[in-house]
Each structure stands twice: as C-alpha cells, then as structure tokens.
T-cell receptor
Framework: DAKTTQPTSMDCAEGRAANLPCNHS???????VYWYRQIHSQGPQYIIH???NNETNEMASLIITEDRKSSTLILPHATLRDTAVYYC????????????FGKGTKLSVKP | EPEVTQTPSHQVTQMGQEVILRCVPI?????FYWYRQILGQKVEFLVS????????KSEIFDDQFSVERPDGSNFTLKIRSTKLEDSAMYFC?????????????FGPGTRLTVL
C-alpha cells in the first residue's frame, strides 16, 4: 500500500470548515484514498473514500487532485465533537484486507 | 443501527495468564479483524479472518495469539500467556462480503492491562 503523509496536528474554530491535507505521491492506479477518524481511544470510524472523483457524504467531502498525489478531507462546519485523530489510508479498494494506520492528524476544534 | 460490540470493556490480568477477548460482529458480515493500539501509539493490524480461517496476520500475531469463531455470532481473540507489552486497546472490526463495500466497522475496544 502507498505511503501517506499528514500534518501532525491542526486547529480549527468551531463552525468553520476544517481542511485536512494528505500526500500520497506513490499511489497506484487501483488504490483508493480512505479517511477514518478516532475520537479519544474509541474504535476508528470510517468517514469517506474515493478513487478519482471528488466525493461527498453526510459527514465530509473528499477532494482528490487530478494527478491523485494528494487529497483533502473537508469537514464543512466543524463542531467540538469533530475533535479527533484523522487517518488518511491508501489501499486497494474494498472492505476486506487490513487497514494500515499511520499517525494521522490530530484535529482540535476550538470554541 | 447495527454495531460491533466487545466484552469486556476493561480486562486486568497478571502476566502469564490467559485472556480471551470477545467480539460480536455485525450479523451479516463475513470478514472479521483484530487490531490493537498501545497507549499513545498507532492502531496496528493483528489478524483477519474469513470463512473460518485466518486470511492474513501481522508479525505481531505470533504463537501466543489465536482467534476463533466458536459459534455463529462471537469472534474471540485469545492470548495464551500474557506479557506486560500486551497491554493495549484491542479493537475488533467486521466488514461485508460485497464488492461495493468499502467500510470496516470497529467496536469500542477492550482495554487490556497486564500487571
């Protein structure tokens, strides 16, 4: 699986958009970008995934650059409950197979 | 909404003792996983299980570890002789057998403390 690089930490004001970047310059053509988050030692939670096109669901939006070497997870209106560690994972698509978690980005949403 | 459950939430044991961590995956899921997270460190994959056998395991998953699906609902992780360094949060996860599915569902974890 391709390696990812994320900032160690970020702050965001409550109600503002949180934009979390991820670099994955060695991504292969059949690898998807996945985002999970972990709220304070709870089990990781799936957020969104994408291959080439931008994606949006009820939780977030995922913007993938045209060359697919980087992506941005957007939480449009961050709340205090969005404070968590966010993991960008690149792997071949599908739910089966292990997830390889990096250190992620610690997002702190402040009032 | 269906969810993965794990018991106990916290297990304290003495070094050298056997522990069994239990998980009930989501009922129609067919892939099962164990991950662990040592305090302050990354979430690490241990093992995946499909069709009543291990499909993949990491180098952490040595002979001290075993997994079992003893009935149609439970999925267990056994550590035969615990060591201090086994102290961690252990997360169970499950996923569907569906080519369109991309999500693994995680349980709340069991905190294992080895004294």
């Amino acid at each position: 699986d391709a390696k990812t690089t994320q900032p160690t930490s970020m702050d965001c004001a409550e109600g503002r958009a949180a934009n979390l970047p991820c670099n994955h310059s060695t991504i292969s053509g059949n690898e998807y970008v996945y985002w999970y988050r972990q709220i304070h030692s709870q089990g990781p939670q799936y957020i969104i995934h994408g291959l080439k096109n931008n994606e949006t669901n009820e939780m977030a939006s995922l913007i993938i650059t045209e060359d697919r070497k980087s992506s941005t997870l957007i939480l449009p209106h961050a709340t205090l409950r969005d404070t968590a560690v966010y993991y960008c994972i690149v792997r071949v698509g599908g739910s089966q197979g292990n997830l390889i978690f990096g250190k992620g980005t610690k997002l702190s949403v402040k009032p | 909404e269906p969810e993965v459950t794990q018991t106990p939430s916290h297990q304290v044991t003495q070094m050298g003792q056997e522990v069994i961590l239990r998980c009930v995956p989501i009922s129609n899921h067919l892939y099962f996983y164990w991950y662990r997270q040592i305090l302050g460190q990354k979430v690490e994959f241990l093992v995946s299980f499909y069709n009543n056998e291990i499909s993949e395991k990491s180098e952490i998953f040595d002979d001290q570890f075993s997994v079992e699906r003893p009935d149609g609902s439970n999925f267990t992780l056994k550590i035969r002789s615990t060591k201090l360094e086994d102290s961690a949060m252990y997360f169970c996860a499950s996923s569907e057998l569906d080519t369109l599915s991309h999500e693994q569902f995680f349980g709340p974890g069991t905190r294992l403390t080895v004294l």
